[in-house]
């Protein structure tokens, strides 16, 4: 054997090696599209994408325009910001601390639970609920029913 066949035959450690080179680069980029896969599944909510339909299935009943228990208007950011006759409803960034998510959170057996009438909300909605008051409760360029 020519030091050139030597050379023009991939060596079997060699190709191993390559192997297992190719192998754990395809599975790091596996690993990196699933992780970013799963960045955008859970991503960044958007108020109106997200959170107003929500708000417009299952609050602005009892919570809008034509009715306002406990005066409180959930149609607009300016009247969400608000809050009703109980104060507040909104604390951006903090969840726990926030009415709209607290009752909504509620077990279905609570008299406190929002929606008073009608299904709760289902685990998806909550947890979208959370997810956009913890991170700031934007509302982007929505505005609402007006002051």
């Known amino acids: 054997m020519t030091a050139l066949d030597s050379t023009a ?7 191993r090696a390559a192997l297992l080179i ?10 990196g599209l699933l992780r970013g896969g799963e960045a955008r599944a859970q991503g960044s909510v958007r108020f ?9 299935a299952k609050c602005v009943t009892c919570h809008g325009p034509e009715d306002q228990f406990n ?4 149609d607009s950011k300016e ?7 109980n104060g507040k409803v909104l604390v951006p960034g903090s969840p726990d601390q ?9 077990p279905p057996d609570d008299l406190d639970i929002m929606p008073a009438e009608g299904d709760p909300l289902t685990a998806a909605q909550v947890d979208t609920l959370r997810r956009w008051i913890a ?11 007006g002051g």
């Open 9 to 15: 035959r991939p060596q079997p450690r060699r190709l």
């Open 22 to 31: 190719v192998f754990a680069t395809t599975a790091a980029l596996a690993v």
């Open 48 to 56: 109106e994408r997200d959170v107003l339909p929500i708000l417009e």
């Open 71 to 74: 005066e409180l208007r959930l």
């Open 79 to 85: 009247r969400i910001l608000r809050g009703g006759k």
């Open 98 to 106: 926030s009415p709209i998510y607290v009752r909504v959170s509620l």
């Open 135 to 145: 991170e700031g409760a934007e509302f982007g360029s929505w505005s609402g029913a």
